[in-house]
């Protein structure tokens, strides 16, 4: 089955423009973001005080979205994606003096907080603003095809440096986000009057009918965090070299690139909700696997039928959630998907904390909470 491009870039170049800048922004991020944890574990931090550092960010996070939101309306998403740009580069850069400032532990997750802010609320509004609805899936097989890309690569270059000098990868990294960020400057930006306050948006959080999407962002919020923190060390303690850890990433990511055009196309064919129902399922069996593995080959088998089921249950979950902030006020839907991530894990990262400090089958536990919060998918608002 070959790619068309034809199917998937727009006339007016604009998504062209923001493909091109994720492209180069997930690689520079790629090249350093799965090592970030591991990095921190080699500095001499013990697995309780790394998730008490993602515990902080999420707790930045929460405490600045609303006012992050207001920033990214009142200057547009354009000028909030190069806002976010120095937030991130300052936060690299800081990571390469923490081994001599131990104060910048608790300044960095704040620095994360506000890239993640003002970058996934400019990334989100200028997809819907731009997106078709009809081609959605497609559009989404894009970006994914073009984030597996820029992430199949990197993680493996990223092991091969960061062997040799974890300071110069930091660097790096942060030169190619900065270029990643120049497309950006000549998108032609779609102000839509969107706004809402802070009372409408609390109001979500207690309404009924939110009650599944609230179980369904939950359970990716969960999960995806023991995925980037816990996931990463154990690979380093399995695998015990950053080369090979780098190696086993980069394969199962780039085998599970070869079914992304296809689910592509089924999001835009068939019920999403069906799709998304069957990906819940092996998803969930991929973090049942994960519990079982220990050698490098065990992990590149299942890892890389992780990926593929990810694939599966993210392009119908992704393209449903935008679904759904259409039918809304979109940017308001955005905003409380993101504060509920954060706050579930506020919520569930201390108990981590509780399980590594008792210390007893810390990582299959926290794979088998994983697991079991993905269920959490399958509830989304029909």
């Not at 609320?121 to 994914?144: D, F, V």
């Not at 000098?165 to 000549?186: C, E, H, Q, R, T």
């Not at 207690?206 to 969960?222: H, Q, R, T, V």
């Not at 579930?344 to 210390?359: C, D, G, H």
């Amino acid at each position: 089955m070959t790619l068309s491009t034809n199917n998937f870039l727009h006339k007016n170049g604009n998504l062209n423009k923001f493909y091109l800048s994720v492209f180069l922004m997930t690689f520079g991020e790629s090249l350093i973001n799965i090592f970030v944890p591991i990095y921190l574990y080699f500095l001499g931090f013990s697995i309780f005080q790394i998730l008490l550092f993602y515990f902080l960010s999420s707790v930045y996070f929460v405490a600045f979205s609303f006012w992050g939101s207001k920033i990214t309306i009142k200057i547009g998403e354009k000028y909030a994606f190069l806002l976010s740009t120095p937030f991130l580069i300052a936060y690299y850069l800081g990571l390469i003096a923490l081994k001599y400032y131990g104060v910048l532990f608790f300044v960095l997750p704040l620095l994360l907080s506000l890239r993640m802010i003002f970058f996934n609320y400019a990334y989100h509004l200028t997809y819907i603003n731009h997106s078709q609805k009809h081609r959605q899936g497609r559009e989404l097989a894009l970006l994914g095809i073009l984030t597996l890309l820029a992430t199949s690569a990197a993680p493996y270059l990223g092991s091969i440096i960061a062997t040799f000098n974890f300071s110069v990868l930091f660097i790096l990294s942060a030169v190619v986000m900065f270029v990643g960020a120049v497309p950006l400057l000549f998108i032609k930006e779609k102000r839509l009057q969107i706004d809402f306050s802070l009372k409408s948006l609390l109001k979500k959080f207690i309404d009924d009918k939110e009650l599944g999407n609230l179980i369904s962002f939950s359970g990716y919020a969960i999960e995806a965090v023991i995925g980037r923190t816990l996931w990463p060390i154990f690979l380093v303690i399995v695998v015990g070299a950053l080369d090979k850890t780098g190696l086993l990433i980069s394969l199962s990511l780039l085998i599970s690139l070869l079914a992304y055009h296809f689910i592509g196309k089924l999001t835009d064919k068939i019920d999403k909700i069906k799709l998304l129902k069957i990906g819940t399922i092996l998803h969930a069996l991929a973090w049942l696997g994960r519990i079982f593995v220990n050698t490098p080959y065990q992990i590149l088998a299942v890892d890389s039928y992780k990926n593929l089921s990810e694939k599966i249950l993210h392009l119908p979950w992704a393209a449903h959630s935008y679904d759904l902030a259409r039918r809304e006020n979109r940017f308001e839907f955005i905003v409380y998907r993101e504060i509920v991530f954060n706050l579930i894990r506020i919520m569930v990262l201390p108990v981590l904390m509780v399980v590594f400090a008792v210390n007893f089958y810390p990582f299959t536990v926290s794979f088998a909470v994983a697991g079991i919060c993905s269920l959490g998918y399958w509830f989304i608002k029909k």
